[in-house]
């Protein structure tokens, strides 16, 4: 009786049970946005090491490409984030995932935040993985003392960048799917494109989610420099 008490309870120990998060994980391998940002986050990072590599190995050069490498990594997890914004309840529902949790004794809230946490997950790796080549290639380029500790606050400087990234994505698009069903990845395009479109059209700087990443790796990128 005892055993059978602890299993019952165990499952919700946790506020997002790892295994729920293996599980959505497994079934947001198809989404077509997240495939396509672990293609496109390996070749940017591909693209920025060989630059890194016959180029000018100085710490100037490293930061900027460095940079500009989590910029076009960001807009690919944005792109991933668009399939996160789509109805993956009645998507699970469909695929017998939501009667699985279930049968392990998990609710819809479980669910959706294993949903979230999933999905913020693959977006970080997407963010992280191109920074992370470059960090490496940077590493190879140098020869010097400080270049090499430069190289290395790049890959510490990546890890949590593409988790705030990745998180901030992922929360944002399961909110637009919840908010406005079956438009949600309009209403996310509205949030994240809206003020940056409109601040880029008026000459003036507005509040915005791509302005506020810019910003951060622009920080990060002058404190090596």
Not at 7 to 19: D, G
Request: charged share 10%.
């Amino acid at each position: 009786m005892t055993s059978l008490t602890a299993e019952s309870v165990s499952p919700k120990a946790l506020p997002v049970p790892r295994s729920l998060v293996r599980l959505c994980q497994q079934a947001q391998r198809t989404l077509w946005g997240l495939r396509l940002g672990r293609l496109y986050g390996f070749g940017i990072g591909l693209t920025y090491a060989v630059l890194m590599l016959v180029g000018p190995p100085t710490p100037l050069t490293a930061t900027k490409l460095w940079a500009r490498a989590l910029v076009t990594a960001s807009w690919v997890a944005g792109v991933g984030a668009l399939s996160l914004a789509t109805e993956l309840a009645a998507r699970d529902a469909t695929q017998g995932i939501t009667g699985l949790a279930r049968l392990r004794g998990f609710g819809e809230a479980e669910l959706e935040r294993a949903r979230t946490l999933a999905g913020a997950l693959r977006l970080t790796t997407t963010v992280a993985t191109p920074g992370l080549m470059f960090a490496l290639a940077s590493l190879i380029s140098f020869r010097t003392l400080h270049g090499t500790l430069v190289s290395l606050a790049l890959a510490l400087f990546t890890l949590p960048y593409a988790a705030l990234v990745g998180g901030s994505l992922s929360l944002l698009a399961r909110g637009c799917s919840s908010w406005l069903p079956g438009r949600g990845r309009l209403l996310l395009l509205v949030l994240v494109l809206g003020p940056w479109l409109l601040g880029s059209g008026l000459q003036m700087p507005l509040p915005s989610l791509p302005g506020a990443f810019g910003w951060l790796l622009e920080q990060l990128a002058r404190s090596l420099r």
